[in-house]
């Protein structure tokens, strides 16, 4: 199994730039693709984007391209995302998640929430 915490959310400015952690415990997060999502209370879970097992490729849903940013530090087993810009929509609590190879996401982390507020 593999235990995720995820921090570094708080309450920015619009135009700011923050960098949320996903620190993995258990295994290797490596051995999982790693993906983030976000979710404002009423409205469904959407996915940001994913980095692959064992590899550096990334992918992003088309809404998350340019400003989200995902990367994986495998001597700190840990993924990262970081978003540029951040806006008011963007306020959401972030969550990350790591799925087997070819499998669905199995284990999740308690997410961090992201406030965006003149």
């Known amino acids: 199994q593999v235990q995720l915490v995820e921090s570094g959310g708080g309450m920015v400015l619009p135009g700011s730039s923050l960098r949320l952690s996903c620190v993995a415990s258990?295994?290797?997060?490596?051995?999982?693709?790693t993906g983030w999502f976000r979710q404002t209370p009423g409205k469904e879970r959407e996915f940001i984007g994913a980095?692959?097992?064992?590899?550096?490729?990334?992918y992003y849903g088309a809404p998350f391209e340019g400003r989200f940013i995902i990367s994986r530090d495998d001597a700190k087993n840990a993924a990262y995302l970081q978003i540029n810009n951040l806006q008011f929509e963007d306020t959401a609590v972030y969550s990350c998640?790591?799925?087997?190879?070819?499998?669905?996401?199995?284990?999740w982390g308690q997410g961090t929430q992201v406030t965006v507020s003149s």
């Open positions: 998640g790591a799925a087997p190879p070819y499998g669905d996401y199995q284990f």
């Open positions: 980095i692959q097992w064992k590899s550096t490729s990334t």
């Open positions: 258990g295994q290797s997060l490596s051995d999982y693709a």
